[in-house]
T-cell receptor, first 113, second 111 residues
Framework: DTEVTQTPKHLVMGMTNKKSLKCEQH?????MYWYKQKAKKPPELMFV???????INESVPSRFSPECPNSSLLNLHLHALQPEDSALYLC????????????FGPGTRLTVT | RKEVEQDPGPFNVPEGATVAFNCTYS??????FFWYRQDCRKEPKLLMS???SGNEDGRFTAQLNRASQYISLLIRDSKLSDSATYLC????????????FGSGTRLQVQP
């Protein structure tokens, strides 16, 4: 089973709100990722967690705050976002070791008003 | 120069046609290569990994040319359901494990 789940599917938030995106996988994968995808563009990497530790932050603004409470869960906390942050936020996971294949969740479509 | 380059298309082909996509990458030290498929407003789905010896999965064949730094995807006997955007994906630095995506090639299979 290569399933990654994400909640919520859709989120509308104002610029002063605080919200969180959630991602879960039960494949025993030890690497998890957040990507951002704007319309008609490819996904762009935001963060990588490896064995529950943040290993890559692609110079993402501090209004995005990732958290990995355990090996199955990944959160993205949002605060004081801008309208240009509206996008599809994708979570992915991959096994450690020699396989680098990543499996994506369905994404959260975020609109900032 | 972009790190991973693809022809954006669109490729409009009739059902049953054979279509090929190419992709070039900038880092000669790259070790991992993939093709993903993405339907409109959906997540990318792994189509196949690309191995040095080339690999085939049903109607799909992927090849890697390290000397020229390009990857190809061949789709035979196109189906309407093959209509999607095909993303060439490379791990440019295996130490980082981060996927770098091409901009995608849009395929529209017509009846």
């Amino acid at each position: 089973d290569t399933e990654v789940t994400q909640t919520p599917k859709h989120l509308v938030m104002g610029m002063t709100n605080k919200k969180s995106l959630k991602c879960e996988q039960h494949m025993g994968h030890r690497a998890m990722y957040w990507y951002k995808q704007k319309a008609k563009k490819p996904p762009e990497l935001m963060f990588v967690y490896s064995y529950e530790k943040l290993s890559i932050n692609e110079s993402v603004p501090s209004r995005f705050s990732p958290e990995c409470p355990n090996s199955s869960l990944l959160n993205l906390h949002l605060h004081a976002l801008q309208p240009e942050d509206s996008a599809l936020y994708l979570c992915a996971s991959s096994p450690e070791g020699y396989s680098y294949e990543q499996y994506f969740g369905p994404g959260t479509r975020l609109t900032v008003t | 120069r972009k790190e991973v380059e693809q022809d954006p298309g669109p490729f409009n082909v009739p059902e049953g046609a054979t279509v090929a996509f190419n992709c070039t990458y900038s880092n000669s030290a790259s070790q991992s290569f993939f093709w993903y498929r993405q339907d409109c407003r959906k997540e990318p789905k792994l189509l196949m990994s690309v191995y040095s010896s080339g690999n085939e999965d049903g109607r799909f064949t992927a090849q890697l040319n390290r000397a020229s730094q390009y990857i190809s995807l061949l789709i035979r006997d196109s189906k309407l359901s093959d209509s999607a955007t095909y993303l060439c994906v490379v791990i440019l630095d295996t130490g980082r494990r981060a996927l770098t995506f091409g901009s995608g090639t849009r395929l529209q299979v017509q009846p």
